[in-house]
């Protein structure tokens, strides 16, 4: 009888044991999968934050001749006065 018990017990815990296995084996993957998706998340916040700079350097070249051409068309409209 004690026998019977005793190998029963193992058999529930190794039971156990392959489902922890399992859970962690499948945790690893779900982990490795958001370790792949956050790099590349990663990459391409640098990528924008990239294109964001070229952007604002572009609108403040363009506000510059904005200005300059206001400017211009100041000093030629009091000259022609």
Request: overall charge positive.
């Given at each position: 009888?004690?026998?019977?018990?005793?190998?029963?017990?193992?058999?529930?815990?190794?039971?156990?044991?392959n489902t922890q296995d399992k859970r962690l084996n499948n945790?690893?993957?779900?982990?490795?999968?958001?370790?792949?998706?956050?790099?590349?998340?990663?990459?391409?916040?640098?990528?924008?934050?990239?294109?964001?700079?070229?952007?604002?350097?572009?609108i403040k070249w363009a506000m510059g001749l904005t200005i300059?051409?206001?400017?211009?068309?100041?000093?030629?409209?009091?000259?022609?006065?």
């Amino acid at each position: 009888m004690d026998n019977m018990v005793c190998v029963e017990k193992h058999r529930s815990i190794e039971q156990r044991l392959n489902t922890q296995d399992k859970r962690l084996n499948n945790h690893s993957e779900r982990i490795d999968k958001l370790e792949q998706h956050q790099s590349r998340t990663e990459t391409k916040i640098e990528n924008l934050c990239e294109q964001i700079k070229s952007l604002v350097t572009t609108i403040k070249w363009a506000m510059g001749l904005t200005i300059t051409t206001l400017l211009g068309f100041f000093v030629w409209y009091i000259q022609n006065m």
